[in-house]
Nanobody, 118 residues
Framework: QVQLVESGGGLVQAGGSLILSCAAS????????MGWYRQAPGKQRELVAL???????NYADSVKGRFTISRDNAKNTVYLQMNSLKPEDTAVYYC????????????WGQGAQVTVSS
């Protein structure tokens, strides 16, 4: 059973930075394309960043240039560095294995709450 554990969330002022971590246990992590997702109150969960097994990345337009996704396969961990945070980045952030057509590979973890104050 794969378990995903997100950490590093918190309260930050607009313009600030946070780094999120996601530790994956029980998976062949190094071959997975991993994604960071977020869900704001009253909204659907959305994909914000992807990283392939070879390190190629892709970002949603709303975070491009501000967020950076990275991974450490030796630690089975994926990271999300978030800079120049905006109030609209407020959401619960999750990681997961990104599958085809918007699917995900594993049960969702508990997520990490990020709150950006104006």
């Amino acid at each position: 059973q794969v378990q995903l554990v997100e950490s590093g969330g918190g309260l930050v002022q607009a313009g600030g930075s946070l780094i999120l971590s996601c530790a994956a246990s029980g998976s062949i992590f190094r071959i997975d394309t991993m994604g960071w997702y977020r869900q704001a109150p009253g909204k659907q969960r959305e994909l914000v960043a992807l990283i392939t097994s070879t390190g190629s990345t892709n970002y949603a337009d709303s975070v491009k240039g501000r967020f950076t996704i990275s991974r450490d396969n030796a630690k089975n961990t994926v990271y999300l560095q978030m800079n120049s945070l905006k109030p609209e980045d407020t959401a619960v952030y999750y990681c997961n294995k990104a599958g085809a057509y918007g699917s995900v590979g594993y049960p969702w973890g508990q997520g990490a709450q990020v709150t950006v104050s104006s």
